[in-house]
């Protein structure tokens, strides 16, 4: 999807939903430890709002970006985490307001990019759409941890076409941050959306292929169910070996989450 506005338009609706969701939360639930070790919701919003930061940064000032690259690379296996932490240490309110002035900021810098200007990331330079699908995928991805915290279900919505396309798009970087090479041939990928229209991705007649749920592909490349606990199939051994190490997300390999009754 090549119009920056309509992922734009997407994402403010999917960072309404979980603002929604944590608006009213007592001090014990912002508390409440989510799915990813040490973190609370606290730790899942701040690093939201800390990531729109550094997404602002990139669009609107590349060399104060840089820098913080450079801080990122003397300790990149902790950055992150460290930058949640500081963030969930402020008071629900000033962390909440703090989120929402920075996503906000964030949608003016993008939608007043000129055509064709692309960013610099932690990766590969993003253009204004990359940046904006990126940020829904996290909104989503970090929101289903919320949700699980909370014991909330969420209804899924046509925007997990934008994690369903990053998921896909970011297969071979599976293999590369595991230092493998990817397969040379595509795979097929189809998907059955909310509506029960099919999504699909890659050549027709790929000799492999993956099926399956889009809520489901999409909770698999964000690493937020196990595989085992899904209905996501795949046929050819290439394509089953991707979903065992699929990541939508930049960064080192994760940990993924435990079967169910593990």
Same mark, same amino acid.
Do not use: N
């Given at each position: 999807?090549s +119009?920056?506005?309509?992922?734009?338009?997407?994402?403010?609706?999917?960072?309404?939903?979980?603002?929604?969701?944590?608006?009213?939360?007592?001090?014990?639930?912002?508390?409440?430890a989510?799915p990813?070790?040490?973190?609370?919701v606290?730790?899942?919003?701040?690093?939201?709002?800390?990531?729109?930061?550094?997404?602002?940064?990139?669009?609107?000032?590349?060399?104060?970006?840089?820098?913080?690259?450079?801080?990122?690379?003397?300790?990149?296996?902790?950055?992150?985490?460290?930058?949640?932490?500081?963030?969930?240490?402020?008071?629900?309110?000033?962390l909440l307001?703090?989120?929402?002035?920075?996503?906000?900021?964030?949608?003016?810098?993008?939608?007043a990019?000129?055509?064709?200007?692309r960013?610099p990331?932690?990766?590969?330079?993003?253009?204004?759409?990359?940046?904006?699908?990126?940020?829904?995928?996290?909104?989503?991805?970090h929101?289903? +941890?919320?949700?699980d915290?909370?014991?909330a279900v969420?209804?899924?919505?046509?925007?997990?076409?934008?994690?369903?396309?990053?998921?896909?798009?970011?297969?071979?970087?599976?293999?590369?941050?595991?230092?493998?090479?990817?397969? %040379?041939? %595509?795979?097929?990928v189809?998907?059955?959306?909310?509506?029960?229209?099919l999504?699909t991705?890659?050549?027709?007649?790929?000799?492999?292929?993956?099926?399956?749920?889009?809520?489901?592909?999409c909770?698999?490349?964000?690493?937020?169910?196990?595989?085992?606990?899904?209905?996501?199939?795949?046929?050819?051994?290439?394509? +089953?070996?991707?979903?065992?190490?699929?990541?939508?997300?930049?960064?080192?390999?994760?940990?993924?989450?435990?079967?169910?009754?593990?």
């Amino acid at each position: 999807m090549s +119009d920056p506005a309509v992922v734009l338009d997407d994402l403010r609706a999917e960072s309404e939903e979980l603002d929604r969701l944590v608006a009213g939360l007592s001090d014990e639930q912002w508390a409440a430890a989510t799915p990813a070790p040490g973190w609370t919701v606290a730790h899942q919003i701040a690093h939201l709002a800390w990531t729109d930061e550094v997404a602002l940064l990139a669009v609107t000032d590349a060399a104060a970006f840089g820098k913080e690259v450079e801080k990122a690379l003397t300790e990149p296996d902790t950055f992150v985490d460290r930058a949640a932490e500081a963030g969930a240490w402020q008071p629900p309110d000033e962390l909440l307001a703090h989120w929402r002035g920075g996503r906000d900021r964030l949608q003016q810098a993008l939608r007043a990019a000129p055509p064709g200007s692309r960013f610099p990331w932690y990766g590969p330079p993003m253009s204004a759409t990359s940046m904006a699908t990126a940020r829904l995928m996290e909104t989503w991805a970090h929101g289903q +941890d919320v949700a699980d915290a909370l014991g909330a279900v969420r209804e899924p919505t046509a925007r997990l076409r934008h994690v369903a396309h990053i998921g896909v798009r970011a297969r071979d970087y599976a293999y590369f941050v595991r230092g493998t090479e990817p397969p %040379e041939e %595509e795979f097929r990928v189809e998907l059955t959306g909310p509506a029960g229209d099919l999504w699909t991705y890659g050549p027709e007649g790929a000799a492999q292929t993956v099926t399956g749920p889009a809520l489901d592909f999409c909770l698999l490349v964000t690493q937020r169910a196990h595989r085992d606990d899904l209905a996501v199939r795949a046929h050819g051994a290439d394509a +089953d070996r991707w979903l065992d190490i699929a990541q939508a997300f930049a960064g080192p390999a994760g940990a993924g989450r435990a079967p169910k009754g593990a």
